[in-house]
C-alpha cells in the first residue's frame, strides 16, 4: 500500500523525465520506497512496476542489480566491506572477517539484536582509500584498520545504549 507522500515523492522523480520515459525514475523509487520501508519488497516492486508502466521483473532486475536496495530486512546498521581487487590487496578481506569475528556473524547475516548487517560490496570507488566500507549505504568510512572497525562498532554500539 503506497501513501499519499510516497506517491507525492514518486510523482516528483517522474517529472524530471519526458513523459515517455517515466521509467527511467526507477532507481529514485527504489531508493524512496527503501528510505520509508528499509527495504523493499516484491510487493513494492510491483507497485513501482505499477507506478511506472513497466513489468515488474525490470524492476526487479534493478533491485537486485544494485547492493545499495536491500530485497530483505537489515539491521540498523548496514556494513558493506568493499573485497574488490584493490581493497582486497590492501586487506579489505582481512577487514570483512575482522568485522565477522567482532560481530558474531558471517557476510549477510544480522547479529541476533537486529543492529547490524554485515554484507561484501564491488568497488564503491574509493579505491586510493581501501580498504573502505559503506554504512547504510551513505558513510563512506576510509582505510579501515581492525582499530578503526573496532571503534565504528563500539561507538555505533554506544551511540544505542548497548556498549
Same mark, same amino acid.
Given at each position: 500500500?503506497m501513501? %499519499?507522500?510516497?506517491?507525492?515523492?514518486?510523482?516528483?522523480?517522474?517529472?524530471?523525465?519526458?513523459?515517455? #520515459?517515466? #521509467?527511467?525514475?526507477?532507481?529514485?523509487?527504489?531508493?524512496?520506497?527503501?528510505?520509508?520501508?528499509?527495504?523493499?519488497? !516484491?510487493? @513494492? %516492486?510491483a507497485?513501482? !512496476?505499477?507506478?511506472?508502466?513497466?513489468?515488474?521483473? !525490470?524492476?526487479?532486475?534493478?533491485?537486485?542489480?544494485?547492493?545499495?536496495? @536491500?530485497?530483505?530486512?537489515?539491521?540498523?546498521?548496514?556494513?558493506?566491506?568493499?573485497? @574488490?581487487?584493490?581493497?582486497?590487496?590492501?586487506?579489505?578481506?582481512?577487514?570483512?572477517?575482522?568485522?565477522?569475528?567482532?560481530?558474531?556473524?558471517?557476510?549477510?547475516?544480522?547479529? !541476533?539484536?537486529?543492529?547490524?548487517?554485515?554484507?561484501?560490496?564491488?568497488?564503491?570507488?574509493?579505491?586510493a582509500?581501501?580498504?573502505?566500507?559503506?554504512v547504510?549505504?551513505?558513510?563512506?568510512?576510509?582505510f579501515?584498520? @581492525?582499530d578503526?572497525l573496532? %571503534?565504528?562498532?563500539?561507538?555505533?554500539?554506544?551511540?544505542?545504549? #548497548?556498549?
Open positions: 500500500m501513501t %499519499e507522500a510516497t506517491k507525492a515523492r514518486f510523482a516528483r522523480e517522474v517529472a524530471k523525465y519526458p513523459a515517455d #520515459q517515466k #521509467q527511467s525514475a526507477v532507481m529514485a523509487c527504489l531508493s524512496i520506497v527503501q528510505q520509508e520501508e528499509g527495504w523493499v519488497s !516484491a510487493e @513494492n %516492486e507497485i513501482i !512496476a505499477d507506478y511506472l508502466g513497466m513489468p515488474q521483473i !525490470a524492476v526487479h532486475e534493478v533491485t537486485t542489480f544494485y547492493n545499495m536496495y @536491500n530485497q530483505q530486512p537489515t539491521g540498523k546498521y548496514k556494513l558493506n566491506v568493499c573485497t @574488490n581487487l584493490p581493497c582486497q590487496l590492501r586487506d579489505g578481506y582481512k577487514a570483512l572477517h575482522h568485522l565477522e569475528s567482532k560481530l558474531g556473524i558471517k557476510m549477510g547475516q544480522t547479529t !541476533a539484536d537486529g543492529m547490524f548487517t554485515l554484507q561484501q560490496s564491488e568497488c564503491l570507488g574509493a579505491c582509500d581501501s580498504p573502505v566500507m559503506l547504510n549505504d551513505r558513510c563512506m568510512c576510509s579501515m584498520t @581492525n578503526k573496532d %571503534e565504528l562498532v563500539d561507538g555505533l554500539r554506544a551511540a544505542e545504549g #548497548q556498549a
